[in-house]
């Protein structure tokens, strides 16, 4: 699971007490991203993980509240109701129950409102990634207590999408997620968001439920 912890990690509360304010270049860059998913129906990205000198291609699908994420032989399903977190290593599926609520920020259907509360950010600059030129914003946090110590995000001026993400970890590691192929409005039925056994053959059940 820790590949899938790093993910999360984007969207889980960071640490550390902030120097940074809210900055009007920031947040213009933030808001207008937030505003372009927000407008979405749907959207897939696969995108590169990059750390602990590993790079790992993942896929994240998200429908309203359902979203199915694949990434280094694992897959975590859930519908709104019901999480299912598939590792076929051991061809095992462990199923719970799924509280968003309870979730707050390790949320992936929530990831482009997560600057809103608890932290502070500032507008680093305009840079050139892939060719394409993008808004760099850093997020600090306002609590204490936790992994992720900053979290760099890259926006593309053009169509205002999420380009990548770095986090930087309280030891210095710094973890990169680079966007590689965005597609909004992607049709998929809400059966994708659910886990189906009888396509993975002799799969363990365990129900946490």
């Known amino acids: 699971m820790k590949k899938l912890a790093l993910l999360w990690a984007l969207v889980v509360g960071l640490s550390l007490p902030s120097i940074a304010q809210k900055d009007k270049k920031a947040s ?3 808001d207008a991203m937030s505003a372009k998913y927000k407008a979405l129906n ?3 990205a696969s995108f590169t993980y990059t750390g602990d000198g590993s790079n790992y291609k993942g896929e994240l699908t998200v429908k309203k509240v359902a979203f199915r994420l694949k990434l280094a032989g694992q897959e975590v399903f859930t519908d709104g ?3 299912s977190t598939y590792i076929k290593e051991t061809n095992e599926v462990n199923v ?3 509280d968003a609520g309870a979730a707050g920020d390790f949320n992936p ?3 482009y409102s997560i600057y809103k509360q608890g932290y502070n950010y500032k507008y680093i600059g305009e840079q050139k990634q892939g060719g394409q030129a993008v808004d760099v914003v850093e997020l600090i946090p306002e609590k204490k207590g936790t992994q992720i110590v ?3 995000i890259s926006v593309n001026k053009a169509d205002k999408q999420i380009k990548g993400w770095k986090l930087t ?3 210095g590691k710094v973890t990169s997620y680079t966007i590689d192929k965005f597609t909004p409005n ?3 039925p809400d059966s994708y968001f659910v886990f189906d056994k009888s396509k993975y053959p002799g799969v363990e059940v365990v129900d946490l439920r």
């Open 28 to 30: 213009d860059v933030l």
């Open 150 to 152: 900053k979290v760099q």
């Open 186 to 188: 992607v049709a998929v």
């Open 42 to 44: 749907s959207y897939k």
């Open 109 to 111: 259907t929530k990831i």
């Open 169 to 171: 970890d309280k030891t």
């Open 96 to 98: 719970q129950d799924y």
């Open 81 to 83: 109701k019901t999480m």
